[in-house]
């Protein structure tokens, strides 16, 4: 059992090496693409945008959230603000009747149905040649839309996703969080890159309308809505771009329970929208998405069941083993006093390969955090919560991939809230 189990380590760990070994290679060679800007030349004739805001039960966040869109730094003119009330049951309405007197806002009501009946109902309405999607409960910083529009000049770009980073932490679980979405940056720009982006979160991606006249609308898909769509898109040869230097900022959840929910649907999602896209993984046509971006992320599920089975199993093994010692030896209490003291010792450091391949990924994801952390803020400092993200993640990712696999086997939906 114990060379099977090594067998299956080191094929993972060797994939999640090459991976993290071609992240880095790949945003060393395209470093100099990676620059922060503000195209603001006078002479540019910046698009009509209109921005459709989804809300259900949100009058807690949405004011601030139309309040980052009326402060950016475009052209009043060229923006237009959809917002869509999905039902909610709260004040929600109420916050956003304020609103509709503005000149360039419109406020909608209509009867629950999903974020991507909403979204659905905005795309209907919207008549500019770009369209972006930001939700309830993120805020945009003033200049993000100026740095993302000019991505389009490129005519074979499609959508332009931006830099989403964590709202005022302030417990534990946030700061661990705000470390993984600096991460995401620096893995969202590299899959840029190699036009491998699988997901165009709602977080103000911005769309040519095109996109929905060619493509169709929005689908449920598993309540990964912006997923599917991005899959659509690869599958249609259409481009994706990250904007790492467009920074927007975005609530999370503030316990582990509502993050293990969270993250559970996305898995659930990710899984599904794989599955029913079966047929383009690792198909050349599809370049980087199909060879790169969704094997990888299907190699992450199940490296992570199993790293998490053989830590219960090598954890069990240590227990056995200490019992076994107890039985025959007893209690080996350590000797303190007078002529006894503590001595380091290399002896006690571990000379298996495992110990020295897990330091080596473990560098490898601390590289990572910086380089994310330096694309998201311009700047890095060393901090506690990166531990917090290392220690946090390992204990309950697994739980929630576990549950999305079960799920998907089982063929129980996972509910959005």
């Not at 060797?14 to 990676?34: G, H, N, P, S």
């Not at 916050?95 to 406020?107: C, F, M, R």
């Not at 330091?359 to 400092?381: C, D, E, P």
Request: proline share 5%.
């Amino acid at each position: 059992m114990e060379l099977i189990f090594n067998v299956i380590f080191y094929i993972f760990t060797f994939l999640a090496v090459y991976v993290e070994v071609f992240f880095l290679v790949t945003f060393l060679e395209q470093k100099d693409r990676i620059v922060t800007r503000l195209d603001d030349r006078p002479e540019r004739d910046y698009p009509s945008v209109t921005v459709v805001v989804p809300c259900w039960n949100e009058e807690k966040t949405v004011g601030g959230t139309v309040e980052s869109l009326l402060a950016l730094d475009y052209p009043k003119d060229k923006l237009h603000i959809l917002l869509i009330d999905d039902g909610s049951t709260d004040n929600t309405w109420k916050v956003l009747e304020e609103y509709g007197k503005t000149l360039n806002i419109k406020i909608i009501h209509k009867d629950n149905g999903g974020k991507h009946t909403a979204m659905n109902l905005g795309i209907e309405r919207t008549e500019t040649e770009f369209i972006g999607c930001l939700d309830a409960d993120s805020f945009v910083t003033p200049s993000a839309l100026k740095r993302m529009i000019p991505y389009f000049d490129d005519p074979e770009v499609m959508a332009v996703s931006p830099s989403i980073i964590v709202n005022n932490p302030k417990k534990m679980i946030e700061w661990a969080q705000k470390m993984e979405y600096q991460l995401s940056v620096y893995i969202k720009k590299v899959l840029g890159l190699m036009n491998g982006i699988h997901v165009t979160p709602g977080p103000f991606s911005i769309y040519r309308l095109a996109v929905f006249q060619n493509l169709g609308p929005y689908k449920e898909a598993h309540k990964t809505e912006d997923m599917e769509i991005a899959y659509r898109m690869h599958v249609n040869g259409y481009r994706i771009e990250q904007c790492h230097d467009a920074v927007v900022h975005t609530k999370t959840p503030s316990t582990p329970g509502a993050l293990y929910r969270q993250r559970r649907r996305w898995i659930y999602g990710f899984i599904n929208n794989t599955i029913d896209y079966r047929s383009v993984i690792l198909n050349p046509k599809y370049g980087a998405f199909a060879m790169f971006t969704v094997p990888a992320g299907v190699v992450s599920i199940f490296s992570a069941i199993f790293l998490f089975i053989y830590m219960i199993y090598t954890f069990a093994r240590f227990i056995a083993s200490k019992v076994i010692q107890i039985k025959t030896v007893g209690v080996q209490l350590p000797k303190v006093g007078i002529g006894h003291h503590f001595a380091l010792d290399p002896f006690f450091i571990s000379s298996h390969s495992v110990f020295f391949v897990t330091i080596l990924l473990y560098g490898f994801v601390f590289l990572s955090l910086i380089l994310g952390a330096k694309m998201a803020t311009g700047k890095f400092r060393p901090s506690f919560a990166m531990i917090s993200y290392i220690v946090i993640y390992s204990i309950i990712a697994p739980l929630w991939i576990l549950r999305a696999v079960y799920n998907t086997i089982a063929r129980r939906e996972t509910a959005w809230r």
